[in-house]
């Protein structure tokens, strides 16, 4: 898409005469005379809608002045050395925008239901990209007072499910994003786009909130032809750098979330063939379900992935310990649940898992509540360190 500008330029011109001249079209000036005739010269002024930062420090598009009023979007500075302006969207609830690069923003009002849609801004859109730049919702069940039964018979509590707000994405056509709640600024989630559009959705609740509810998700549409793309069925995905977080929505919150698939993908970087894995502090792996071994280490078996609504648990595919030392305590296969990503009996140690299946992933599933034995301490989930080695 291109901007355009057309620029008028009218030049006079002197042609030096006679006084004897006496053309009535001419008027003399001291011996001279202009020409009656005034010549329009047309420039067109062309430049492309690409990518501008605006003074509102918001990303939008450059556009003309025209085009973005045209659009509905907000004048943020200037671009295009001046010929144009940076058109910033910024939408709330009850909006629709076809525009690459959409704010949807709170206000502090909502209540009830706010819901925004999200169409292709054409006809070549694959995938979309949420950044939440500020999210905060109130947190799952704080009181943990409310005991269910799951499909086991077995009593456990509500204290991971969104029970106040909520917020989620639809995927029409396809697998949608775990509904989420808490505190989640600066994370992002990844969703398939098609010809229909996508519907952002908040639910919040009337009665119960403890927090100031603020959002400003940051929207960006991607093409089918994008190097990038997130591979199918990421919810977050993680690139560029050889070291990088990961942590479950709602780890700021300190509370996990029920009903998650959360899906971490990290790109393979340029002669880097293995991934691995670590904690980095006290409390960055704490799941439901918690199983020991000999010593009381930490049981890092595939069963902890079979139990059901027993426990939540983390996927490595094809990780295997790092050491000699740490594979001789433990078995590992692809599952990991428990208290603790650790090594020794006491578990402080953390332990690091490795894994040279691409594409590099990590899965991380919760199951619907919390067994009432273990929410003393209300679990974090998960917050894991990787770093990308050399092949």
Not at 18 to 37: H, L
Not at 159 to 173: A, E, I, K, Y
């Amino acid at each position: 898409m291109w901007g355009k500008i057309v620029v008028a330029l009218c030049l006079g011109f002197l042609q030096t005469l006679s006084v004897a001249d006496t053309d009535t079209n001419r008027t003399f000036y001291n011996g001279t005379q202009r020409e009656g005739k005034i010549l329009n010269l047309f420039s067109i002024v062309r430049f492309p809608n690409t990518f501008c930062v605006g003074t509102n420090s918001r990303n939008g598009t450059c556009y003309t002045t025209d085009e973005c009023t045209q659009r509905g979007g907000t004048t943020a500075g200037s671009c295009a050395l001046g010929y144009g302006v940076c058109c910033t969207f910024v939408l709330g609830c009850g909006s629709t925008s076809s525009q690459n690069c959409t704010y949807f923003e709170s206000t502090g009002t909502e209540a009830g239901s706010c819901r925004m849609k999200i169409c292709p801004c054409n006809g070549n859109i694959c995938q979309l990209r949420l950044d939440f730049e500020t999210f905060v919702l109130n947190q799952p069940d704080a009181s943990m007072a409310t005991t269910i039964k799951n499909a086991a018979n077995t009593a456990i509590t509500a204290s991971t499910q969104c029970l106040v707000d909520q917020f989620s994405v639809t995927n029409p056509g396809g697998s949608a994003p775990s509904t989420i709640c808490g505190t989640n600024s600066a994370e992002h989630m990844y969703v398939d786009s098609s010809d229909a559009c996508n519907e952002l959705a908040f639910n919040l609740g009337s009665s119960g909130s403890t927090v100031t509810r603020s959002w400003r998700i940051k929207v960006t549409q991607y093409s089918c032809d994008y190097n990038n793309l997130a591979p199918d069925g990421c919810t977050q995905y993680f690139f560029g750098a050889m070291t990088d977080i990961v942590q479950s929505y709602n780890f700021a919150g300190g509370h996990h979330l029920a009903n998650q698939n959360h899906l971490f993908c990290v790109r393979r970087e340029a002669n880097k063939c293995r991934i691995c894995w670590t904690t980095t502090a006290e409390g960055d792996f704490e799941l439901t379900g918690a199983m020991t071994g000999a010593n009381g280490l930490i049981k890092l078996t595939a069963a902890c992935c079979d139990a059901g609504d027993l426990a939540d648990c983390l996927v490595l595919p094809g990780a295997v310990m790092a050491t000699a030392a740490e594979m001789a305590l433990i078995k590992f296969n692809n599952g990991v649940c428990g208290g603790e990503f650790g090594t020794d009996t006491n578990m402080d140690a953390a332990a690091t898992v490795c894994s040279r299946q691409t594409p590099f992933q990590a899965r991380f599933l919760s199951d619907g509540g919390e067994i009432v034995a273990d929410v003393t301490n209300p679990p974090n989930g998960v917050r894991l360190a990787y770093i990308l080695t050399d092949c």
